[in-house]
């Protein structure tokens, strides 16, 4: 079966200070990925997607950025944290059908 | 490009009491439709999907819902809920598997 990992659970970091999340999906192979941003009360906003290795769509401009070095491993990051950044951050896969499953998420508070 | 709205932002029910959330979503052509679930600090979970053929799903935990084309509406129902279905509920509208999108979510708490 199918797993999603992202790591780690919880992140404090200041202000300025770069971000790397990392995602990684086990079961399956060429899957799609997603990163999600949550913030309290407005849902989910779709980040990045990729459909490939090294293959990134963006949704948001912003000082984020993703990669896909491998197959199944999905990695968000930044140069430099502003405190907008905090929030709950999702990665989730899907194959050729249109449902979408998601990783435990990582809490990021920006300080 | 498509949109979803769930009015109620946070519902209140008795354990044991039927449940409904509102869905109503926007999308020119037939809507891939879908229901998660998130506990708090926790990913979503799938509940249920409606990609075409019978409009009433069935889903895990005992949920169903009804896909409504004159309605715009995909609701989710439950004929009795249990303390453990306290969480927040996302209903997400997709147009192709890259274009998922989400509603605001309602939160679900259980009376006891």
């Known amino acids: 079966s199918q797993t999603i990992h992202q790591w780690p659970a919880t992140l404090v970091q200041p202000v300025g200070s770069p971000l790397s999340l990392e995602c990684t999906v086990e079961?399956?192979?060429?899957?799609?990925l997603y990163w999600y941003r949550q913030a309290a009360g407005r849902g989910l906003q779709l980040l990045f997607y990729?459909?490939?290795?090294?293959?990134i769509s963006s949704e948001v401009p912003q000082n984020l950025s993703a990669s896909r070095p491998q197959d199944r491993q999905f990695i968000l990051s930044s140069k430099k944290l502003l405190l907008s950044d905090s929030g709950f951050y999702l990665c989730?896969?899907?194959?050729?059908?249109?449902?979408?499953?998601f990783g435990p998420g990582t809490r990021l508070t920006v300080t | 490009a498509q949109s979803v709205t769930q009015p109620d932002i946070h519902i209140t029910v008795s354990e044991g009491a039927s449940l409904e959330l509102r869905c109503n979503y926007s999308y020119g052509a037939t809507p891939y439709l879908f229901w998660y679930v998130q506990s708090p600090g926790q990913g979503l979970q799938l509940l249920l999907k409606?990609?075409?053929?019978?409009?009433l799903v069935q889903g895990i935990k005992g949920f169903e819902a009804e896909f409504k084309r004159s309605q715009s509406s995909f609701n989710l129902r439950k004929p009795s809920v249990h303390w453990s279905d306290a969480a927040e509920y996302f209903c997400?509208?997709?147009?192709?598997?890259?274009?998922?999108?989400f509603g605001a979510g309602t939160r679900l708490t259980v009376k006891p």
């Open positions: 990729s459909v490939g290795i090294g293959q």
């Open positions: 989730a896969w899907s194959t050729g059908g249109y449902e979408q499953y």
């Open positions: 409606y990609f075409s053929g019978d409009t």
């Open positions: 997400a509208v997709g147009a192709n598997n890259n274009d998922m999108r």
């Open positions: 079961g399956t192979s060429n899957p799609n």
